[in-house]
């Protein structure tokens, strides 16, 4: 174990906390996770306070469990695995290291939450590639090393996007940096040079960052990050369209992205955005969900600094033939949400309270990658699981989100629920469960398994889970980096 006046040699004495509450914040989170108490809360400054912690956990055999993220916590993978670990809290590291316009590119360290670098983009004239409504406390080096879905597919080319470039201290102690970052050169010297830290590529012909993200913080610890951001619009024009066929809408979604027409694209159920958008509870929720279509399709159209008024009408007009061919209309409001209310709302992070939490008190996600043909039987096993669970299905949000220039979806099942009430817990716990199984079967793709429903994903394929933890003993070889996640 890593004792006290080791830490405070590297951080000092401010940076470090042995204090219940302190501890007790990161034993639990809103997930079902077990609970289980660090040992201690560090929180080092820069890359080099992190080396060293990495270093001396190695030779202590001390487990590490790096947070970026303020609370709350969803997911289970920042609570500890196992006894004994110290969580590393990235949230002082909050420089803004560089926002380039000319070449749309940011990079951060892992304290940036997405409002910081919101305004530092906009100042310059660049916006983030969003996910939809993220909290507050979110940050963007965490978003993008999870892998979160980004409301603009019209801009990412590959599952990886917006993320670039990482710099990164593996469990090992050994830091790297991966695609055009990795050299030749530090950084700086390749600004020097006009080089741009923006393809994740590489070095060689491997995509060393696709080791990082989707892996819970159990290869490493990221010192920096850069992404791909895009040009600020002069002039948006948003849409709202209505329908009871969630299938209309993907086939409308489906031309917008492909065709390059629109910039923030996604489908949401009556109930998440009644979640998101009703003021009082629950007289405000229900009203507003009762007034809305059942399924909602939310699209932008944007001009830039040439001709943005005759781009936006151009974009409208041919988008109509598509509406009228499909049989549905695009217009400025349904029920009492208005589309221009949405879009300044997904430009940002989500206002306090964080809207899951709005509705019961806590949210467990139950979320996967599919295509389109997949989608309608995925909703309706999900809804059948529902029902033999006793959860109401109208209760249940649902996110969509093309991704990947709408070559596939990202389908996301809100199940709201008291914590308070252990019944009603127990019952969501067993049906998330239960619901993976289902949709498993059904085809569903789970990219990033967390918590309880990793092992039932990953132990479907034993070779991938062979190769996982080869790569596992090279790049952490004592196994300190957040054992118990994943298939560790």
């Known amino acids: 174990m890593i004792t006290k006046e080791k830490l405070v040699k590297i951080v000092g004495t401010n940076s470090l906390s042995y204090a ?33 912690i990495v270093k001396l956990a190695n030779k202590t055999q001390t487990p590490l469990v790096p947070v970026s993220s303020g609370p709350p916590h969803f997911r289970g993978d920042t609570v500890p695995g196992t006894g004994g670990a110290i969580i590393v809290d990235l949230s002082k590291m909050k420089k803004i290291i560089n926002v380039d316009r000319a070449r749309r590119v940011a990079m951060v360290e892992p304290g940036v939450t997405f409002a910081e670098l919101i305004s530092a983009a906009a100042k310059e004239g660049i916006r983030l590639n969003m996910p939809l409504l993220p909290r507050k ?23 990886s996007d917006p993320l670039a470039c ?5 469990g090992s102690g050994d830091e790297f940096r991966t695609g055009q970052s990795a050299g030749p050169g530090t950084v700086k010297e390749q600004w020097a040079v006009g080089g741009v830290q923006k393809a994740p590529y590489g070095p060689g012909v491997a995509s060393w960052h696709r080791i990082i993200q989707g892996s819970q913080g159990t290869m490493g610890i990221v010192t920096w990050a850069s992404m791909r951001c895009e040009l600020l619009p002069s002039l948006e024009e948003p849409f709202i369209v209505g329908s009871s066929d969630p299938d209309t809408l993907l086939e409308l979604a489906s031309w917008l992205i492909r065709l390059r027409m629109v910039n923030e694209c996604f489908i949401l159920n009556n109930t998440a955005l009644a979640a998101i958008f009703a003021r009082k509870w629950p007289k405000d929720y ?6 809305l279509p059942a399924w909602v399709l939310f699209y932008c159209v944007a001009g830039y600094e040439y001709f943005p008024e005759e781009r936006v009408s151009s974009y409208i007009k041919d988008i109509t033939g598509i509406t009228q ?21 997904v430009q940002q992070p989500s206002p306090e309270p964080y809207w899951k939490l709005r509705y019961k008190g806590a949210c467990q996600d139950v979320f996967f990658l599919t295509i389109n043909d997949k989608l309608a039987g995925q909703i309706q096993v999900m809804n059948e699981v529902a029902e033999k669970a006793g959860y109401p299905v109208s209760d249940i949000g649902v996110y969509i989100q093309p991704i990947v220039q709408s070559t596939g979806l990202h389908c996301e099942f809100n199940l709201f629920y008291d914590p308070a009430n252990s019944s009603e817990a127990g019952r969501v716990r067993e049906l998330s469960n239960t619901a993976v199984k289902a949709l498993i079967a059904q085809g569903a793709f789970f990219s990033r398994p967390y918590g309880e429903s990793a092992g039932m994903v990953l132990n479907k394929d034993a070779a991938n889970v062979a190769v996982l933890n080869k790569l596992k003993k090279m790049f952490d070889p004592n196994n300190i980096m957040n054992p118990g996640k994943v298939c560790f």
């Open 137 to 159: 406390t979110k940050t963007t080096v965490g978003s993008l090393l999870e892998r979160e879905p980004v409301i603009m597919p019209k801009y990412q080319w590959d599952i």
């Open 286 to 291: 229900q009203s507003l969900k009762d007034a």
């Open 325 to 345: 061919r499909l049989g549905v209309e695009a217009v400025k409001a349904a029920g009492a949400v208005s589309a221009n209310e949405i879009l300044k709302a």
């Open 166 to 170: 990482v710099e990164v201290i593996f």
């Open 20 to 52: 219940p509450a302190a501890l007790d914040a990161y034993s639990r989170d809103i997930s079902f996770a077990n609970t289980v108490r660090p040992v201690c809360v560090v929180k080092p400054k820069n890359a080099a306070d992190i080396q060293k």
